[in-house]
């Protein structure tokens, strides 16, 4: 495996409540990324980070923030979890932005129901 | 932003049957990358093609890298109940760093 871990990876929250995700990979790739799966969507990037403090917004960012503190650690975090936010969350890594040999490597993903 | 438009949605077929799924976008692409997501896993890389008119294989798996950049397919031939799965095309526009991803095409093998 890639060495790639997501944590938790079930989650049920209420309604209001703040979340946090954390992806973390022992691989020293730079880019991170953080995915939302849905039926009928795929999946949709929420941010991604290129590299320590550096993070960007994806098509679907609006209530979500991340950090990236270190090489190996990407947090996702839902300030104020609404019904909407229920999915499955997938992490993904890439040496390259985006790697065109491997494309990007996914964690097993975290499913997060908010109640 | 460019979308994928990815078909069938779902597939259901006997064991021993070949199978064909696309994808296609109004822009062009320069890279079309193919995945598997097993039940409770996240998707794990199948083929990648770089170049219009690209025929790859992984095994029994084909597929092609549209000769006007705005399309792939993948061919699975001789289907086994392994193969269940969601299968994700992915693309990154010309121009443009971004990996956009089709809605995926569910398949069931019958044994």
């Known amino acids: 495996d890639a060495g790639i871990t997501q944590s938790p990876r079930h989650k049920v929250t209420e309604t209001g409540t703040p979340v946090t995700l954390r992806c973390h990979q022992t691989?020293?790739?730079?880019?991170m990324y953080w995915y939302r799966q849905d039926p009928g969507h795929g999946l949709r990037l929420i941010h991604y980070s290129y590299g320590v403090k550096d993070t960007d917004k994806g098509e679907v960012s609006d209530g979500y923030s991340v950090s990236r503190s270190k090489t190996e650690d990407f947090l996702l975090t839902l300030e104020s979890a609404t019904s909407s936010q229920t999915s499955v969350y997938f992490c993904?890594?890439?040496?390259?932005?985006?790697?065109?040999?491997?494309?990007?490597?996914f964690g097993s993903g975290t499913r997060l129901t908010v109640v | 932003g460019q979308q994928l438009n990815q078909s069938p949605q779902s597939m259901f077929i006997q064991e021993g049957e070949d199978v064909s799924m696309n994808c296609t976008s109004s822009s062009i692409f320069n890279t079309w990358l193919w995945y598997k997501q097993d039940p409770g896993e996240g998707p794990v890389l199948l083929i990648a093609l770089y170049k219009a008119g690209e025929l790859t294989s992984n095994g029994r798996l084909t597929a092609q890298f549209g000769i006007t950049r705005k399309d792939s397919f993948l061919n699975i031939s001789a289907s086994i109940p392994s193969d269940v799965g969601i299968y994700f095309c992915a693309g990154q526009p010309l121009y443009n760093n971004d990996m956009r991803f089709g809605a995926g095409t569910r398949l069931t093998v019958k044994p």
């Open positions: 993904a890594i890439s040496e390259v932005q985006p790697s065109p040999v491997y494309g990007y490597t």
């Open positions: 691989e020293n790739h730079r880019y």
